[in-house]
């Protein structure tokens, strides 16, 4: 459905005088979340097919894309990242260190918090994942001018930031 509903969409209460329209005036195909959702789904159902190659998951995947930018991280941030409950994140994680892709240390300033590094191998395996990543990546946006690319972007950190929970 392409929705009829145009007018104080996004604005405030105020502005739409308590007035919302219904999912049905503003249909599926003009309702942000259900397109993200949607682009997600189709990411992660292509990216998981051609991590099968790798003998990699979708989440081990993800933990060394973040930990190959951004390493010694604690699980709780790891989660935040990934996108992950922190249960299956420590679970993977196990599983991960079992495979020497990433190693878990005491942090220095709290030895309570354990840091998740990458590994040689890990990134050796990110490495090898990478192009394939990159490719569903550039098909994903062909068609996009970088000028578009870089609104999207900027758009999509500025929703972020009025739905996030923490400070990542």
């Given amino acids: 459905m392409v929705g009829r509903y145009r007018r104080g969409v996004l604005g405030s209460a105020n502005e739409r005088k308590g007035a919302i329209p219904s999912m049905g005036e503003l249909g599926l195909n003009h309702f942000a979340p259900y397109l ?3 682009v997600a789904a189709r990411w992660n159902a292509d990216m998981s097919d051609e991590l099968k190659a790798f003998d990699m998951t979708t989440a ?4 060394l894309a973040i930990l190959s930018v951004s390493n010694g991280l604690a699980i709780n941030e790891l989660s935040v990242y990934a996108v992950t409950e922190q249960s299956t994140m420590s679970r993977t994680l196990d599983a991960m260190e079992e ?4 190693l878990r240390t005491p942090r220095a300033d709290d030895a309570r918090v354990r840091e998740t590094s990458i590994t040689e191998k890990g990134a050796a395996a990110f490495a090898a994942v990478w192009p394939t990543m990159y490719e569903r990546f550039s098909q994903m946006f062909e068609g996009v001018s970088e ?3 870089q609104t999207f972007v ?4 500025r929703i972020l930031g ?7």
């Fill in 154 to 157: 900027a758009l999509l950190h």
């Fill in 162 to 168: 009025n739905i996030r929970r923490n400070d990542l």
């Fill in 36 to 38: 993200l959702n949607r």
């Fill in 147 to 149: 000028e578009e690319y």
């Fill in 99 to 102: 495979q020497g892709l990433v």
């Fill in 60 to 63: 081990k995947m993800r933990i």
